[in-house]
C-alpha cells in the first residue's frame, strides 16, 4: 500500500486536542475525481454535513503584501488581482468518508492507507502513555544501533583516559551534549524524570545517539592525531580547542541542527516534555516520523 499511496498526514493542535489532518487537494487528486475540485469538495461539506472547525479547515497562502477579501466573499491577491484558492485541511475520518463516497478501488484503497495510518498512529500513542521514558526503544533497530554506539563511546571515553591530562569524563561530556542539543546531560535526565539506574542514551532515539556516536569517534580520532604530534598528554584546554574546531566544521552544524529539530519534536509530542532552550527547533509531527518508530 505505501509503494500505492502516499498522502501527507500531519498533526496539529486543533480545539484543544492533537488531531490528523491531510490536505483536501491531495486526496482529491489520489481518488482521481472528475470534478474540480473546488465543486467537489463544497458539494461534498454541503450533502453530508461536514462541520467547519470539527472535520476541517480551511486554509489560505498569505502573499507578501497581504490578501483583500473582495465583496463575493473570495479572497484576492492585491498584487494579481487573481482569486487565491482555499485550502481545505480535513481530518482523517473526513478523509476516510469522503474516499468511501468515491464507490471505487482506488477510494477503497484510500481508505485502507488512513485506517492503517491512524493504526500505527494509536500504537505509538498507546505505548507513548504506557511508558514515554523510553518510547525511543519503539524502533526497531534501536537495541542494534545502541550497541553499536557502545563502541563509539569506548573510542571516547578511552582517547581521553591515553591522550588527555584532565579526566573529566562528565565535562566532556556535557561539552558534546550542549553543543548538540543545548542541554548538559543532568538538565536532560531532570527532564525525562530519570532515576540513577536509568542509563542516559538508553532514552535517546536512534537518531540521536547514531549522532553522537559519529561525533565521539571522530573527535577521539582528532585528540589520537594530536597526542601523536605533540608527544604528550594534552592539556583540558587543547583538548578544548580540538573539540571547538572540530564541532565547528559545516557537516556537524547540519547534524546538529537535526538533533535539535528531533528532541524539541518528538519529545513534546510522545513524552509531553517541552525543552526551553530548544523551542524554536519544533517542527510538525509526521507520518514520517510515526514510521521511523515503526520501522
Known amino acids: 500500500m505505501n509503494e500505492l499511496i502516499n498522502i501527507k498526514v500531519i498533526q496539529k493542535d486543533f480545539n484543544g486536542e492533537k488531531k490528523r489532518f491531510v490536505n483536501a487537494r ?79 478501488d482506488i477510494g477503497k484503497k484510500v481508505r485502507k492507507y488512513f485506517i492503517r495510518v491512524e493504526g500505527d498512529f494509536k500504537k505509538v500513542m498507546q505505548i507513548a502513555t504506557m511508558d514515554p521514558k523510553f518510547i525511543n526503544q ?36 556535557d561539552m558534546l551534549y550542549s553543543f548538540l542539543f543545548l542541554e548538559r546531560a543532568k538538565e536532560y535526565r531532570k527532564l525525562l524524570n530519570l532515576v540513577k539506574k536509568d542509563l542516559t542514551r538508553n532514552s535517546m532515539y536512534e537518531e540521536i545517539i547514531l549522532i553522537i556516536g559519529a561525533f565521539e569517534t571522530g573527535l577521539a580520532g582528532e585528540v589520537e592525531k594530536k597526542f601523536k ?18 564541532s565547528s566544521q559545516r557537516n556537524w552544524l547540519v547534524y546538529q541542527k537535526r538533533a535539535r529539530n528531533i528532541m524539541a519534536t518528538y519529545d513534546e509530542e510522545l513524552r509531553r516534555i517541552k525543552h526551553p532552550k530548544l523551542i524554536n527547533y519544533r517542527k510538525e509531527f509526521s507520518q514520517e516520523d510515526i514510521q521511523k518508530l515503526l520501522t
Open 229 to 246: 604530534k605533540l608527544g604528550r598528554l594534552l592539556t583540558q584546554r587543547e583538548f578544548e580547542k580540538i573539540f571547538n574546531e572540530f
Open 26 to 104: 491531495e486526496l482529491h487528486s489520489w481518488l482521481g475525481v472528475g470534478k474540480r475540485f473546488a465543486t467537489w469538495i463544497t458539494d461534498r461539506i454541503k450533502k453530508y454535513d461536514f462541520v467547519e472547525n470539527l472535520d476541517y479547515f480551511t486554509s489560505i497562502p498569505i502573499s507578501g503584501n497581504g490578501e483583500i477579501p473582495s465583496n463575493k466573499g473570495k479572497i484576492k491577491d492585491p498584487k494579481t488581482g487573481k482569486v487565491v484558492a482555499r485550502d481545505y485541511i480535513i481530518s482523517v475520518d473526513m478523509a476516510k468518508e469522503l474516499a468511501m463516497l468515491e464507490n471505487s
Open 138 to 173: 519503539l524502533a526497531s533497530q534501536f537495541l542494534e544501533t545502541r550497541e553499536e554506539t557502545k563502541e563509539y563511546r569506548r573510542d571516547f571515553t578511552d582517547c581521553i583516559k591515553d591522550f588527555v591530562a584532565v579526566k573529566n569524563y562528565g565535562t566532556y561530556t
